[in-house]
């Protein structure tokens, strides 16, 4: 089994619908981190939380420490928001597992 | 540069050729790390940097792979006698000591 699981694998959804994306893990961690990957492979970092929930323009982060899970949530999703999202768990400086992503198609 | 850069950003080798490849950190960036990233699966690690020092190489998958950073700065992923295996998004990142890290465009390797 693999320390980070992702669902959906892959998820397409209309413009304008609100998205989630979920992710477990299974080890300890220092932080837990959303990143995006656009085709092309260049990969942004869009949250990095070890507790609770941040918020950046339409996009919303949690994360629930006990239950060793945190969603990504999408508000108002559009077009320009179709990419891969990754979740990461960070254990220490050089220690970060990933899950395999969710491939997000958002349709006009 | 503002972020991590990574060269070249698309390499096509014959099996049995080296190839080098070249990642800028971001300037002051302490940890250096290398993952790879097989088509459809997420990146995993490969090798950590702390300045100079290579504190960790557990995640190379054979004695091909070699990486270096001579200077505590610039980064250099050698892979030698490259099998189709091989291919893959070599990817870099850079951070400040127990920071998020920020990460290069990939390069991209297709072994033929």
């Known amino acids: 089994k693999n320390e980070v699981e992702q669902s959906p694998q892959n998820l397409t959804a209309q413009e304008g619908e609100f998205i989630t994306i979920n992710c477990s893990y299974s080890v300890g961690i220092s932080a837990l981190h959303w990143l995006q990957q656009h085709p092309g492979g260049g990969i942004v970092s869009l949250f990095m939380?070890?507790?609770g929930k941040k918020k950046h323009g339409r996009l919303i982060a949690t994360i629930n420490i006990q239950e060793k899970h945190s969603s990504l949530h999408i508000t108002a999703s559009h077009p320009r928001d179709s990419a891969v999202y990754i979740c990461a768990v960070g254990r220490g400086n050089n220690d970060m597992r990933f899950g395999a992503g969710t491939r997000l198609t958002v349709k006009p | 540069g503002a972020g991590v850069s990574q060269s070249p950003r698309y390499k096509v080798a014959k099996r049995g050729q080296d190839v080098a490849l070249r990642c800028d950190p971001i300037s002051g960036h302490v940890s250096l790390f290398w993952y790879q990233q097989a088509l459809g699966q997420g990146p995993e690690f490969l090798t950590y940097?702390?300045?100079?020092?290579?504190?960790?190489k557990s995640g190379l998958p054979s004695d091909r792979f070699f990486a270096e950073r001579p200077e505590g700065s610039v980064s250099t992923l050698k892979i030698q006698r490259t099998q189709q295996e091989d291919s893959a998004v070599y990817l870099c990142?850079?951070?400040?000591?127990?920071?998020?890290?920020?990460f290069g465009p990939g390069t991209r390797l297709t072994v033929t």
């Open positions: 940097f702390q300045n100079e020092a290579q504190l960790d």
């Open positions: 939380l070890s507790s």
């Open positions: 990142a850079s951070s400040s000591l127990g920071y998020e890290q920020y």
